[in-house]
């Protein structure tokens, strides 16, 4: 008789275990990133494992793509990230109506710092509750914290009141954090150096902190890289229209007003496809599928670029998009934003030339939204069409400049890139 489904997974299951202890008497740093492998191996194998104490939140992240939600890999990741970056989202926003929004400045007890602490502090210590061998790239540290009491305190009463309203969602990324200290402690958890190996998260507690200071776009990203390749991706945008299909005009970038009724959240897992949902103030609302929308003539694309000139050219940006046949204005926006608006089809190209030779991307910049706008169809790589290199470090060192397009016009867009750039050279 043939063996069945679940015998079949067994002998896998058994005989990949033999190989791992075989080679960890070689290797046995290889032990210890086999074992998350392998746990990983077996939820794939037999879902219905999962305890039921999660089988709530499964039912409600379902999606309404057609693949089942109960083989999903990384469900767990993608649950904890969703409820980490919702719940951190709501710190910001609170910080945005709150307090005056001052000048443009990152200075010590801005609303912008002391927003973006609120934010690491609770997102990394979501990440700590759930996965606590798990490394950390986040872009803050709790140094400027431990001197500042005043400071430290304005946070602390910002992340004692950030709590999602749905107690299970709660204790699902640790309820409350617990102390101070606690709250310095998981602040400090974000200095991981990154690499090649084994599950880092990159984190930027709020992506467009110009953005977010003047009322416009900014987002609250969070991406799991498993050996250097962002595989989970969750970004909030509280700003953007929840509609996917809301057209994206030249306004979006300014005076977008924190108010409630907007507010998205954005994720992918690779492989699995890039999902939608409104930002709640709860659990996790259901999903929808995004793609990006078919493009085949480049004259007729939206392209979206940085606000901020110092971030990205504008003169090169423009030049590239002449070159395609573009005649619709750019649409500039902070955060990553773009890539979101890319990947729901609300807009089609995402061009970021660099303006310095020296500067470069931070890995929590971009990780997110690589996942993002791959799973939604597209293709990203730095503007010389090299693929981003995640692995190397806390910064994209090996690259210069990002470029995001649907996957089918993608090669015309890079060599017209090519075109601009060599001309400057
Ligand atoms: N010279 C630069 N070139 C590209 N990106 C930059 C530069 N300086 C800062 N950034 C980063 O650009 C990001 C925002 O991009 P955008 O303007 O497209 O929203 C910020 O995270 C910011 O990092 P930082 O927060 O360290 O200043
Ligand atoms: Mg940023």
Redesign the pocket.
Known sequence: MAPSLLQRNYNKFFLFSILILAASLFSPSFLSRSITRLAQLKLHFYPSSTSSASVPAIQTLRTNSTRAFSNMAYEKELEIALLAVQRATLLTKSVYSSHSKGTLSKSDSSPVTIGDFGAQALIIASIKHAFPGDEVVG?EDADDLRKNEQERQLVWDLVQAAKLDDSTAEDKIGGPIKSVDAMLEALDSGRSNGGDKGRIWAL?PI?????FLRGGQYAVCLALMVDGVPTVGVIGCPNLPVDDKAPLDVSIGADADDKEGKGVLFSAVKGEGATSRPLSRGAIQQGSTITMKPLEDTTQATFCE???A???SHGDNAAIASKLGITKPSVRM??QA?YCSIARGAGDLYL?L???KS?E??IW?HAAGVVLVQEAGGEVTDAWGKPLNFGIGRTLKENKGVVAAPKDVFPKVIEVVKEVLNAKA
């Open positions: 872009e930027d992506d467009g902190t110009k953005g940085s606000v901020e110092g971030h990205s902070d955060s773009k970021r660099p303006v310095s500067y991307e931070k910049d």
